[in-house]
């Protein structure tokens, strides 16, 4: 049950919609997200979500390696809603349950020597030269 309502809430955070009850029937609306984007945008926010369906398709990446690059964001990110999204998508695209976890290890061990490296005030420079070799 707790599956199909993970699945049930990603297939709606991940369709863009186009309704019969727009006054503008090719203007893309997502069920979830349109309604809290502010006035302001004038259906900017909407229309990008609408593409990013093309932009995946355009990157060179598969639907799985997608879903967990974007899952290793949401992690990054410590987005619930994010998180919930990106594993059910991903799994939906072929994604185990232990690249899941590689997936999450992944983003904890960039998250680790970032605050490694931060909080001790390392010299950027010299990770660059270190780099750079």
């Given amino acids: 049950m707790k599956r199909i309502q993970i699945l049930s809430v990603?297939?709606?955070?991940?369709?863009?919609?186009?309704?019969?009850?727009n006054a503008d029937a090719h203007k893309p609306e997502h069920p979830i997200l349109t309604p809290l984007e502010p006035e302001a945008m004038e259906g900017k926010y909407t229309e990008l979500l609408a593409y990013e369906?093309?932009?995946?398709?355009?990157?060179?990446?598969?639907?799985?390696?997608?879903?967990?690059?974007?899952?290793?964001?949401?992690?990054g990110m410590k987005c619930e809603y994010c998180i919930l999204y990106h594993t059910a998508v991903a799994k939906k695209a072929g994604a185990s349950d232990e690249e899941i976890k590689s997936v999450a290890m992944m983003s904890g061990l960039i998250a680790i020597n970032s605050t490694m490296l931060y909080a001790n005030q390392f010299d950027i420079e010299l990770l660059r030269k270190a780099m750079s070799q």
């Avoid at 369906?53 to 992690?75: C, E, P, R, V």
Wanted: glycine share 8%; charged share 10%; proline share 0%.
């Fill in 53 to 75: 369906d093309q932009f995946q398709k355009n990157t060179g990446f598969d639907l799985k390696t997608y879903q967990s690059i974007s899952l290793a964001a949401a992690a």
């Fill in 10 to 21: 990603a297939l709606a955070l991940g369709i863009c919609a186009v309704t019969g009850a």
